[in-house]
């Protein structure tokens, strides 16, 4: 399994979460600077204040403190204690430094900052198991999980779990490019045939479907190696 307790890892998570735009992507080509995708993903919950919110898979918190807007409080969770200590020290100082890779060992300084109009006071980060939620979990009134299904080694554990975790009427934002992997997920606990239509079933549950759409992610290696994914939104409705 990846290490996401690596420093490489960390530092490439701070910049896809709080990076300039120049900084993700220093190339004009299709414009990939311009794309977002951390911040994109929780505008897809509806515009409305609500007591309540989980951020699963959180990794440094952008997605936790961009949620502080319109939540009560916001609780970030995420497998890695190194995220885990990141976005709390963004919490309490209100920036990070961190290291860009440039090339070969050469690294630029980079500041991590809080998004504008946060409430980080609200905001609650620990580690801990998606898969292994305490059972006082419960009535949320936003469930938002950005590519971290097909990361789990049994995302059906979770899909089972999200009633649980969702009051009636609340909404869950789930975003994931399928990227199955050995090295995460035993093949055996993989979808059987195509994965939109597994997540509609088992999501359609106790779930309905209010939207879905297709958006790009970037994810900056060094100053001329990229990875771009292309990641499934949905967003879902408890059901009374």
């Not at 890892?9 to 896809?16: G, I, W």
């Not at 305490?134 to 936003?142: A, C, I, T, Y």
Request: net charge negative; hydrophobic share 35%.
């Amino acid at each position: 399994m990846q290490d996401y307790e690596s420093e490489k890892l960390l530092n490439e998570y701070l910049l896809m979460h709080y990076g300039k735009d120049e900084e993700r992507m220093p190339w004009t080509i299709g414009g990939l600077g311009s794309l977002d995708f951390v911040s994109r993903t929780v505008e897809f919950f509806t515009p409305k204040l609500v007591n309540l919110s989980l951020d699963l898979g959180c990794a440094v918190g952008r997605t936790s403190f961009l949620l502080s807007k319109t939540s009560k409080k916001v609780i970030g969770i995420d497998f890695s204690q190194s995220f885990i200590d990141a976005a709390n020290e963004l919490k309490e100082n209100g920036k990070k430094s961190y290291r860009i890779h440039e090339e070969g060992d050469a690294f630029v300084d980079a500041l991590a900052e809080l998004p504008e109009g946060v409430s980080p006071e609200k905001v609650s980060f620990a580690q801990g198991d998606a898969l292994d939620l305490p059972e006082g979990f419960k009535g949320f009134d936003r469930v938002h999980a950005s590519n971290l299904l097909c990361r789990l080694p049994d995302p059906q554990v979770l899909l089972d779990r999200l009633p649980s975790l969702v009051a009636e009427g609340g909404e869950v934002v789930l975003a994931t490019p399928f990227s199955w992997m050995e090295q995460y997920t035993a093949k055996e606990k993989w979808p059987k045939g195509d994965s939109w239509e597994w997540l509609e079933r088992e999501m359609g549950r106790q779930f309905s479907l209010s939207y879905e759409t297709d958006e790009p992610f970037l994810i900056r290696e060094h100053g001329r190696k990229f990875q771009l994914g292309v990641s499934k939104i949905s967003v879902w409705k408890r059901l009374s």
